[in-house]
DNA sequence: TTCCGATATTAATTTTTCTGATAGAGGGTC
DNA sequence: GACCCTCTATCAGAAAAATTAATATCGGAA
C-alpha cells in the first residue's frame, strides 16, 4: 500500500539527487529509503530514478509523479496548517538570513514582529546563501532570504526586494556623501569583495569587467562584520547593497554613493521548501520583513533627494 | 505522525457518518478506524468529529479538513492514474448501470468499447440507483448512472444525459406511435409504477398530480423486464424514459408517445466518488456511453420527425 | 431504568518499518 | 586494468505500528 513516507522518501531523493542525501534530510536510513522507493515503484508498477552510480537521475515517469507529490505534500501541509494551531499564529517560526539582512533590518522587524506575536518562538540563523539555502530545502528553516538565483529543485522563490548596490568608504574619501557615483571615475578601486562561493562575487567582478572598471587590489574577506570595520578604518571600499547602510545614511562613519551609470541592482528572494506552506506566523514576518526593508529604502531615498 | 491510511479512514467516517460504516467500507474493524481517528485528532490537537451515541457529526474544522482530505486523496489517485499501467487503458473497470441503461444501450456500447480496449475486464452491475449509489460510495463501482438528484457527501455528479419520458402502452393501443401526446387526454389511466425507494415513482406521480392526470389504477413493480412484458400483454400503459425504447420505435410490440405539455424530460447523472479518479478505461467507457445514448436519441428524433 | 446501538479502550498478535552490516555496482584515478 | 571511493541493494533481526477481538463505556429512546 502506498503511504506518506514513501512519497515524502520519493520527494527528497529527487530533490537531493541521492538516496544518501535523502536519507540524511529525512532523519532515516539509506536502507530504509531505498526499500521505499522500491515499494513505490513496485506498487506503480513502474521505474521512477534510474541509479547510475553517482547518484539516481528520475525517469520521465519520475519526473511527472514528482510533481504530483509535491503538489499532495503542499496539499496536506496547507491542511495541517488550516487547522492546526495555526490559526493561533503560535508555534515557532525559523529563518534564515544573510548578513545583509541581520545588519540593519532584523531588528526593527523584529521589535514589530514581538509586539504582535508574543507567544511565538523565534530563531533565526545567520549564514551565506549557499548554507541558508541548503537548511531550507531540508526543512530545517521555515524560509530565508536570499540573493535572487536561479532556482533549485524543490524550492519555491518569491521576490522580496529589490534593491540598489553602493560603493562604501570611510567617511570623507570619497566626499558627496549618498549622491550616485559612477565608479570608473574612481578607479583603479582598492576592494573588499568576499569569496567565489558568495553570488556577490560574481556580481561584482561581472559588474567591473563589463564596465570598464579597473580593480587595482582585491582583498577577500568573509566576515561582513569585519569587512565593515576595515573599511571604515582604512582607505579601501565596499561595494554592498543599500539595505544593510541603513543605519550609516548620516555619514557619520562612512561616505555611502549609490552606484551610477549604470546603476546596479540586486534582487532578494524568499525562498521556502515547495512541498511545505509558510505558517501563518512565518508569513507574517516575511511580510513584516518586506515592509520594513521597503521602508528603510524609501527613507534612503529622501535621503538621497536630499543630498 | 500523519499517514494516508489516517486520511482514508477520517474521509470514509465523515463520508458514513459513523466509524462502524466507515470501518466496513474500508475493510477494517470498528476498533481500528477509532484509534485512525484518535491519533488523527491528537497529532492536529483539534476535535474534528463530534460523538452523540447515535453516529458522528463534523466539526467544523472536522467539515474544512475534509475537504481538504478528499481533494489530497483525489490527487493522488490522479498521480497513480497518470503513472501507472493508467496509460496502456487495461486494468478493470467496474460500472453500474440502472434497467433504463441495460436495455438498450449497453450492448452497443460493450461492442465498440470492447473492439477499443480489448484488454480491460468489464463488470457491469444492473441495480437501482439506491444501491448504486451506495457500491460507488464504498468504492465498488468506479462510477455508476443514476437518475439527477441532489448530490451526495463524497459523490461527484456530472450530467451524462436528458432524455425525454414516454408513455409506453402495447401495440395499437395508443395510436399515432411516436408523437407527442399529452397524458391528461388519456386519463384516467392504469399505469405500472415502480416502488416508492425508486425516484421514478415521485417523478411520475409528482408529474400527473400537477398537471391533473387522474390516475385510475396503479400497479407497483419493480421489474423492468416483468413491467415491459405486462404493457405489451395487457391494457396498462408506463412511463419510460425513452433511451430505454430505442429497440423498439418500428411499433413492432408497443406503442410508445413522447409526453407532451408539458413535456417531461429526465436527468442521468454519472456519480463517481469523489475522492477518486476515474481510469482513463472508465472515462473512456463512460464517454462512449453518453455517446452512444445520445446517437439513439439523435435516431428517435428522426423518427419522430418522420412519425 | 433499562435496553440498544454506537464509540472507546485494552492487551495480545500480526504486520510493517527500520536498522546495521554487508554485498555489489559504477566511475574515476593511477 | 587494478584499485579505490562512493553510492545503492539486500538481508535478517529489532523495533515500532497497526490490527484484532473482547470488553467497557456512553448517550439516547422507550
Redesign the interface.
Known amino acids: ?5 514513501q512519497i515524502r522518501s520519493f520527494v527528497a531523493v529527487f530533490e537531493e539527487g541521492s538516496f544518501t542525501a535523502a536519507a540524511q534530510r529525512e532523519g532515516a536510513t539509506q536502507s530504509g529509503i531505498s526499500q521505499h522507493i522500491r515499494h513505490l515503484e513496485e506498487s ?3 521505474e521512477l530514478l534510474v541509479r547510475d552510480g553517482r547518484g539516481v537521475i528520475p525517469t520521465a ?1 519520475g519526473e ?2 514528482y510533481g ?2 509535491v ?2 505534500l503542499r ?2 501541509d ?3 496548517a ?4 495555526a490559526s493561533a499564529l503560535g508555534g515557532e517560526v525559523r529563518i534564515g538570513l544573510m548578513p545583509t539582512f541581520t545588519r540593519a533590518v532584523l531588528a526593527p522587524t523584529l521589535d514589530r514582529f514581538i509586539a504582535v506575536a508574543p507567544t511565538v518562538e523565534m530563531r533565526v540563523t545567520e549564514a551565506y546563501s549557499g548554507v541558508l539555502t541548503d537548511l531550507v530545502r531540508k526543512g530545517e528553516l521555515d524560509f530565508a532570504v536570499v540573493p535572487g538565483f536561479q532556482g533549485a529543485v524543490g524550492l519555491s522563490t518569491t521576490l522580496l526586494i529589490r534593491d540598489r548596490e553602493m560603493l562604501v568608504a570611510s567617511k570623507n574619501r570619497l566626499g558627496q556623501h549618498l549622491t550616485p557615483i559612477s565608479l570608473k571615475d574612481m578607479d583603479p578601486l582598492k576592494i573588499v569583495v568576499p569569496g567565489p562561493q558568495n553570488t556577490r562575487r560574481r556580481t561584482i567582478e561581472t559588474y567591473c569587467a563589463s564596465h570598464g572598471v579597473a580593480i587595482e587590489r582585491r582583498l577577500q574577506l568573509d566576515a561582513m562584520m569585519g569587512t565593515l570595520d576595515f573599511v571604515a578604518s582604512s582607505e579601501w571600499v565596499a561595494i554592498l547593497p543599500g539595505v544593510m547602510m541603513v543605519n550609516d545614511l548620516d555619514g557619520a562613519r562612512f561616505d555611502i554613493r549609490p552606484l551610477d551609470q549604470p546603476a546596479l541592482y540586486s534582487d532578494f528572494v524568499l525562498i521556502e521548501p515547495t512541498r511545505r506552506v509558510l505558517s501563518p506566523a512565518a508569513a507574517l514576518f516575511a511580510s513584516m520583513l518586506r515592509e520594513t526593508t521597503e521602508q528603510t529604502i524609501t527613507i534612503r531615498q529622501a535621503r538621497m533627494r536630499e543630498a
Chains 1, 2 share one sequence.
Open positions: 500500500m502506498r503511504s506518506l513516507k506503480l508498477g513502474v515517469h511527472r509523479y504530483e507529490c503538489a499532495i496539499r496536506l496547507l491542511a495541517e488550516e487547522i492546526g494551531r
